[in-house]
């Protein structure tokens, strides 16, 4: 996926241009431009010089960017500035005219003797402070106009044409005035006076200015977690090169450099340890708070921070292949895609400001022919335009989606693309991988069994030597309980690994052996004890390490992968949520039930094989919107089949690629609460839209006056200041979303 950073946007109709001319070019599969960001994604096999002209040809301009520049392109000091210094001046100019207007006229004010009687004098001056406002703020009539040259007209179009109109008539008014006067009507003068609409037309340019200024600020807001990543990255590091230590940007670490990272130093790539020992903080990166232990062989990840000891690493991933860097892009381009919901009001926001130009001009038109005054209906027709907003339209869907997808990677959940987010929060049902993502993925011990007259230490002493050599990953479990009880061992002679069916060996002249129930109970007459301890086990869904000393039975150790300590919670928080909980698992079925009745899913479907995931889940999504949440190589058909592909993200680079969401904390929990988020999100959304749509629906028939019966107009200065807030309120409302409890948090203490 391209980037592009686009310039001269200021409203959905301008996004709605740009996509429409880009998509038209030979090459591009896809188009997404958002406007909250003013950048562009682009796929396909178009050059970028023709994709720039074909935005240029729309009346907008285009520049190619790359991730580690988006940083920048997101910084919203550098519109707010000059947003704010154009807002300032325009204000100071606009009390003084308002004073002129308005204070004198309704207050009476006092003015200069110059001014006693004079109302050419008072026009004209009103006339200069208003062109003064007006050359302040000439983007909107450079753009606006420009817009509507190119057959695009933009929001900035219904800002000029507004002021326009009003600064004309009032010109015009100023100009009867002045015949009126030299023909001594004063009574006519007295009546041109109050066609005066210089002051609506700075108005509405000062009001929309910090409305923008506002609205940019506000946009600001939604970018920060995207722009606290990107700060996160290291600058430089510390690296060998010729036997000395040297510090280079970190642009210029390369794959295999080694280099050196001490205490409270960032790591600046992403590497595997191999001299030192440390402790790490991934907080940055995963959100736990709990430094990680790091020994030679560990991995470590850019942007976390070490805090004990010296270590040396050798660099892995360097540039935009480090984690850091994946996140990065996964948070960014899910911002720039765009949900189906927001693909509905581009389609109305192409077609809305024409709309609302035809609207304005027949308000005009319609009042003439009822016989009210060029004044009335012409004030009518600007605030018709001033008051429409379809820069509402176009946000109330990207910020929401900046928002949410910021709270999520704060989080450690990362959302790939909008759709994920608009997905998520309606499925009815999540299948869950058992190995690894319901449990803990690695057997560990959970009952010893000795037999009579043999004691524990002396069971594990001969199951530990036996173990020891071999490489089974059963084995490594028995092993890590010998290690935790500090148990010696014994060398074993003659060993032997028989596939299928266990160890044989020598320890001390005597003949040792350990495995499967049917391998021991052919060298023991111990057969009913070994029966019935080996059924006891494997009722319980774990598997019995039966180990015999000189052809007699001496004891079962019992091995199981346990479930995580959050699985039963984060299948209780699914449920509760209404949605079916499925296990896929390739074990036996009574081992299957015995971890599901332990997690408490749903339904349980066993002996799948690798292979069958994806069936499984084929015949899944017959029933509702499914997902499969799973960590392996083997779960990436079925990560991809799914309807949301949910991946634990200390499983493979496979399965994360394959994934539409990302768990970076690993924690069952969480995929409970990126349902809650998005659901929260596209709530979210819906209010937006729904605001956006509300407020034109009412504002624009008010602006033309249909309830003037009823005592009912509006001035075009607040209809101005109403297209201001109503951004303003859709980009705060997103904003909220900071807010969200997508743990369940508050539920729990109500």
């Given at each position: 996926m391209k980037q592009y950073n686009i310039k001269g946007m200021s409203c959905a109709a301008c996004s709605a241009r740009v996509e429409k001319a880009v998509s038209k070019v030979s090459g591009v599969t896809s188009c997404s431009v958002n406007l909250l960001t003013n950048s562009m994604s682009v796929e396909g096999s178009a050059a970028d010089s023709d994709i720039i002209k074909a935005v240029k040809n729309a009346g907008y301009g285009a520049s190619s960017i790359k991730n580690k520049e988006k940083a920048e392109d997101t910084s919203t000091e550098s519109p707010i500035r000059p947003m704010r210094t154009r807002f300032i001046t325009s204000l100071v100019f606009l009390l003084i005219?308002?004073?002129f207007s308005m204070g004198h006229m309704m207050w009476s004010f006092p003015l200069p003797k110059?001014?006693?009687?004079?109302h050419i004098a008072m026009g004209l001056t009103q006339l200069l402070l208003t062109v003064i406002i007006m050359v302040i703020n000439q983007k909107?009539?450079?753009?606006?106009?420009?817009?509507?040259i190119h057959g695009a007209p933009n929001m900035d179009t219904l800002v000029a044409l507004g002021a326009t109109a009003a600064f004309g008539y009032s010109t015009f008014a100023l100009?009867?005035?002045?015949?009126a006067q030299v023909a001594g009507d004063m009574e006519l003068v007295e009546k041109y006076m109050m066609e005066f609409y210089f002051e609506s037309a700075a108005m509405i340019l000062t009001l929309i200015t910090l409305g923008k200024m506002l609205e940019a600020y506000s946009k600001g807001k939604t970018t920060d977690a995207l722009k606290g990543l990107m700060e996160l990255a290291p600058k430089s590091a510390n690296i060998i090169r010729d036997g000395k230590e040297v510090n280079?940007?970190?642009?210029?670490?390369?794959k295999g450099d080694i280099f050196i990272v001490r205490p409270g130093e960032s790591i600046p790539v992403d590497g595997?340890?191999?001299?030192?020992?440390s402790a790490v903080n991934e907080s940055s990166l995963t959100g736990e708070s709990i430094p990680v232990d790091k020994e030679p062989d560990d991995k470590v990840s850019a942007a976390t921070i070490n805090q004990s000891g010296i270590i040396t690493c050798k660099a892995l991933r360097v540039g935009e292949d480090t984690a850091l860097s994946k996140i990065i892009k996964m948070v960014s381009d899910a911002s720039a895609t765009k949900p189906h919901i927001a693909r509905i009001a581009d389609k109305v926001s192409g077609i809305f400001v024409p709309t609302v130009i035809a609207i304005a001009v027949v308000t005009i038109i319609v009042w003439l022919l009822i016989g009210k005054s060029a004044g009335f209906a012409i004030a009518r027709g600007i605030s018709v335009l001033v008051i429409s907003c379809p820069c509402a339209l176009g946000l109330a869907t990207p910020v929401a989606i900046m928002v949410g997808n910021g709270k999520g990677a704060r989080n450690g959940i990362l959302f790939k693309n909008a759709a994920a987010i608009e997905e998520?929060?309606?499925?009815k049902i999540v299948a869950l991988d058992k190995t690894g993502t319901i449990t803990e993925g690695k057997p560990v011990v959970t009952g010893i069994y000795p037999a009579k007259d043999i004691t524990e230490e002396e069971l594990l002493h001969i199951a530990g030597s036996l173990e020891y050599n071999s490489e089974h990953p059963l084995a490594g479990a028995v092993n890590q309980e010998i290690e935790k009880r500090k148990i010696t061992i014994s060398p074993v002679k003659n060993f032997n690994a028989l596939p299928g069916n266990g160890l044989l060996g020598e320890i001390d002249g005597v003949i040792v052996m350990g495995g499967n129930y049917r391998f021991i109970s052919g060298h023991t007459a111990d057969k009913e004890e070994l029966k019935n301890i080996s059924d006891k086990v494997s009722n319980e869904g774990k598997t019995?390490?039966?180990?015999?000393?000189d052809n007699h039975y001496i004891g079962t150790i019992a091995v199981a992968d346990i479930i995580k300590e959050d699985s039963h919670k984060a299948v209780s928080e699914l449920k509760k949520m209404g949605i079916h909980v499925v296990m896929l698992t390739g074990d036996n079925e009574k081992t299957a039930a015995i971890i599901g009745k332990e997690a408490g899913v749903d339904e349980v479907i066993a002996g799948v094989l690798p292979d069958g995931k994806e069936n499984v889940i084929r015949e899944l999504m017959k029933k509702g919107r499914t997902a499969m949440v799973g960590d392996g190589i083997n779960d990436a058909p079925a990560l991809t089949r799914a309807d949301i592909g949910i991946a634990i993200g200390a499983g493979t680079d496979i399965a994360i690629d394959a994934a539409d969401v990302v768990l970076m904390k690993s924690r069952l929990t969480d995929v409970a609460a990126s349902i809650r988020l998005s659901k929260s999100t596209l709530r979210n959304i819906h209010e937006n839209l729904f605001w956006a749509f509300f407020y034109n629906t009412i504002g624009i028939p008010l602006a033309a006056g249909a309830f003037v019966g009823l005592g009912l107009t509006l001035n075009p200065m607040f209809g101005a200041a109403a297209m201001s807030l109503s951004s303003f309120c859709v980009v705060t409302n997103a904003l909220r979303l900071n807010l969200a409890d997508i743990y369940g948090k508050r539920k729990k203490t109500e």
């Open positions: 005219l308002m004073y110059f001014y006693d009687g004079n909107f009539f450079i753009s606006g106009y420009k817009s509507l100009f009867a005035m002045t015949k280079v940007p970190v642009e210029k670490v390369v595997v340890v191999i001299d030192g020992h998520t929060g309606k499925l019995p390490l039966i180990f015999a000393k």
